[in-house]
Every structure is written in C-alpha cells, then in structure tokens.
C-alpha cells in the first residue's frame, strides 16, 4: 500500500464522515443494541432501492474498465437478500408496502447520473456501501438479531455474505482491485468527492428514516407478517 493507492485516500478521505454517519440516530440504536423491528423495516425498504439501482448500474457498466475489476455480483450482491428480509417481515405483497423518504430517492438519482455520466465513481458508491456492509456491518447484524429479538437469521440475510468466507481477505482483494483502477488526477479527486458525498447521502436517508418514524402512525409500522414478529413489543 502507498500513499498513491485510491483505496488509502479514500479511506483517509473519508474517516471523519465515517465517525459522523457512525453517530446517527439510527446507527447509534443499532450500537446500543436498540434498534426497533420499525427502524429496521424501514431501513430496509431503502436499502432496496439503493441497491436495486446500485446493482442496475453496475451491471450497466460491468464492461467498463473502471468499474470491470470491482464487479463481484456473486459475491456481493444484496439484491435478492434484501427482498429476502422484506418478504419475511411485509408478506408476499411486499412490493406494495414499501415506502422510502426523499433522501432515499435522491440517492438513487445520484447512483443514476453516475451511471450515465461517470459510471468510474460507481467505485466510490460500491466501496461506501459494500466495504462497509462487510466492516461494520457484520456487527450490527449480530447486535440486530439481538436487540429484537429474532429466533433465527431470518429476516437478516441482508447481513450475511455466503459467497465472502473471509471478509478480511476479500476486502484486500477489493482494495487492489481499487487500485488498479487507472485515473487521471481530475478523476482521483471526484472520486474522492463523490466517496464523501456517497455517505452524506446514507446519513440523509438515516436522518430521514428516523424523522419518518416520527410521522408513519405506529400501527402501520408494526403490520407484521410472521408470528414470531407479530408477538414482539415494539417500542418506537
Ligand atoms: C469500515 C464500524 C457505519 C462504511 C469500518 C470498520 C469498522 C466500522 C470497525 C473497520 C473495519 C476494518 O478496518 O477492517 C462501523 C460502525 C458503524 C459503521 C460501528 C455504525 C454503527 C458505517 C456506515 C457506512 C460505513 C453507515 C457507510 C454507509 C464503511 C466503509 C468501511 C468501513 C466503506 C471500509 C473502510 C476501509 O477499509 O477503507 N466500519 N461502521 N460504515 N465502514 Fe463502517
């Protein structure tokens, strides 16, 4: 690794809104082991639509040579494990239930653009959200299934990566693939401008999700499809 490698850059580049996105409302619940089945589902319900148009996108351009060495679908992808969770806690009328804030549609309208415009930083959008779903983000599935309660990895799958044995190896992999990414020195520099935009755009979706909370009466929110769900008290 040197000081040139996009992946160290990106890493320094973004170590404060690292510590910022850790401190949200929604984040600080999941650390507490106090996350809510309704702060999940909603998460959730957005989590699918980033997704959904992260994983279109980067199928789009999986030709491209920016974004060729970081495509691992069979690896990565969350896609069908979000439906997944979905199915598991709505129904199977899920499609229907889902419901996003603004901030989940204007981070889709970014990962669009980019896709379009400058499918290079889908690097910077993929490394956001996957790097950090196999760092962090292997805790906060534990605490999850903790906090509220669920018997089994039912409706978890969204944490867990079957196709990763080694989650430490693998993100090695995907820093030097990172690397090998060749940029001009204005592409370095958007890159890491859109790495830092990419996760104020996951805090606006989590500061969103927790003033919907707020609004959605709480009956709606606890319209649950499973027994073992159904029975859990939720506090929100
Ligand atoms: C890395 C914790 C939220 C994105 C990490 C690492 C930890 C961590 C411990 C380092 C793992 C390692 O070095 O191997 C947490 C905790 C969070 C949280 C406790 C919330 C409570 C987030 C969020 C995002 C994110 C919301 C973005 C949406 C990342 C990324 C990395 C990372 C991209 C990889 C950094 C790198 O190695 O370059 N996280 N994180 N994290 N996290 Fe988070």
Same mark, same amino acid.
């Given at each position: 690794?040197?000081?040139?490698?996009?992946?160290?850059?990106?890493?320094?580049?973004?170590?404060?809104?690292?510590?910022?996105?850790?401190?949200?409302?929604?984040?600080?619940?999941?650390?507490?082991?106090?996350?809510?089945?309704?702060?999940?589902?909603?998460?959730?319900?957005?989590?699918?639509?980033?997704?959904?148009?992260?994983?279109?996108?980067?199928?789009?351009?999986?030709?491209?040579?920016?974004?060729?060495?970081?495509?691992?679908?069979?690896?990565?992808?969350?896609?069908?494990?979000?439906?997944?969770?979905?199915?598991?806690?709505?129904?199977?009328?899920?499609?229907?239930?889902?419901?996003?804030?603004?901030?989940?549609?204007?981070?889709?309208?970014?990962?669009?653009?980019?896709?379009?415009?400058?499918?290079?930083?889908?690097?910077?959008?993929?490394?956001?959200?996957?790097?950090?779903?196999?760092?962090?983000?292997?805790?906060?599935?534990?605490?999850?299934?903790?906090?509220?309660?669920?018997?089994?990895? =039912?409706?978890?799958?969204? *944490?867990?990566?079957?196709?990763?044995?080694?989650?430490? &190896?693998? $993100?090695? @992999?995907?820093?030097?693939?990172?690397?090998?990414?060749?940029?001009?020195?204005?592409?370095?520099?958007?890159?890491?401008? =859109?790495?830092?935009?990419? *996760?104020?755009?996951?805090?606006?979706?989590?500061?969103? &999700?927790? $003033?919907? @909370?707020?609004?959605?009466?709480?009956?709606?929110?606890?319209?649950?499809?499973?027994?073992?769900?159904?029975?859990?008290?939720?506090?929100?």
């Amino acid at each position: 690794m040197t000081d040139r490698d996009l992946s160290e850059q990106i890493k320094k580049v973004t170590m404060e809104i690292h510590t910022r996105a850790e401190k949200t409302e929604l984040m600080m619940s999941f650390m507490r082991g106090q996350v809510t089945l309704a702060q999940y589902k909603l998460l959730l319900c957005s989590l699918y639509e980033v997704y959904q148009t992260l994983e279109e996108e980067m199928e789009r351009n999986s030709n491209h040579p920016g974004v060729a060495p970081i495509y691992f679908p069979t690896e990565l992808a969350r896609l069908d494990a979000i439906a997944k969770d979905l199915e598991y806690f709505y129904g199977r009328d899920w499609r229907e239930k889902i419901v996003v804030p603004a901030a989940t549609k204007r981070y889709c309208h970014r990962l669009r653009q980019i896709g379009k415009e400058n499918p290079v930083f889908l690097v910077a959008h993929a490394y956001t959200r996957y790097l950090g779903d196999l760092s962090g983000g292997q805790v906060l599935g534990r605490i999850a299934q903790k906090s509220m309660g669920l018997k089994s990895s =039912e409706g978890l799958s969204f *944490f867990a990566f079957p196709g990763v044995s080694n989650p430490t &190896l693998f $993100k090695q @992999l995907y820093r030097s693939r990172m690397n090998s990414v060749e940029l001009t020195e204005e592409e370095r520099n958007g890159m890491l401008e =859109e790495a830092v935009r990419a *996760f104020e755009l996951n805090i606006q979706v989590f500061d969103d &999700l927790q $003033k919907m @909370l707020l609004t959605i009466p709480k009956q709606k929110l606890q319209t649950c499809s499973t027994q073992s769900v159904d029975t859990l008290q939720i506090p929100i």
